[in-house]
């Protein structure tokens, strides 16, 4: 079951200099986005993709080059491309043994990947891969039975004018505000029954915490 709204995932682009020291700061910002876009199965493989394709620019192209990473949806996959300037150093998948040090960057990639190319443009080089998300549609969710049920809540509390407004731009926006009134009923028909607003909020809280970390831990 999809969202609703849908989870708006933009494709977004981030210009670097290939530099050691950059991969980790690219692994963070890629763990911010796809946790952003609810993605968080795939965080780990796309982290791996990242310091692979990015490693392999220092190494064969040189530190110093400037580079772009481009992230977007492809379809239901998550499509990562490292754009460089140099046309001639082309990646290549070598059948390196388990224990190398080194050549086993694109074998990684191609392991948790459903595929991975190279697209040679007038002035620059694009290494791609694309990586299954398991969604249904590009912008669908995770959720489970929790958020399913909430979908069914939800819309019961969008007004016929706002539904109407889904699939435009403020949709998420719409029935964000929806889940507020939500909540806030909640809060008030417990005040209604004699009970603690405050106290239903922390054990909500607590609840919601550890769901989101046996989650994280099953995906890791």
Not at 190 to 212: K, P
């Amino acid at each position: 079951m999809d969202c609703i709204a849908g989870v708006p995932r933009k494709p977004w682009s981030l210009p670097f200099t290939a530099e050691p020291e950059e991969v980790a700061a690219l692994r963070r910002i890629m763990r911010l986005h796809l946790g952003l876009w609810g993605l968080h199965g795939v965080i780990d493989a796309a982290q791996l993709c990242v310091s692979e394709l990015v490693s392999n620019v220092i190494k064969h192209v040189g530190s110093g080059t400037p580079v772009t990473l481009v992230v977007s949806m492809s379809g239901t996959r998550v499509r990562i491309e490292v754009r460089d300037p140099d046309t001639r150093a082309l990646p290549t998948l070598l059948d390196a043994a388990p224990d190398a040090e080194s050549g086993r960057g694109m074998a990684l990639v191609s392991a948790v990947t459903d595929r991975w190319g190279v697209q040679l443009q007038a002035d620059q080089k694009v290494t791609w891969c694309e990586l299954p998300t398991g969604l249904s549609s590009a912008e669908g969710h995770f959720g489970g039975a929790r958020v399913n049920r909430v979908e069914t809540l939800l819309s019961a509390y969008c007004c016929e004018s706002a539904w109407l407004r889904l699939a435009g731009a403020g949709a998420v926006a719409v029935v964000e505000e929806a889940a507020i009134d939500v909540i806030a009923d909640v809060l008030h028909w417990l005040r209604a029954h004699g009970r603690d607003a405050d106290e239903a909020l922390d054990r909500a809280q607590t609840h919601f915490e550890a769901d989101i970390a046996e989650a994280e831990g099953l995906s890791s």
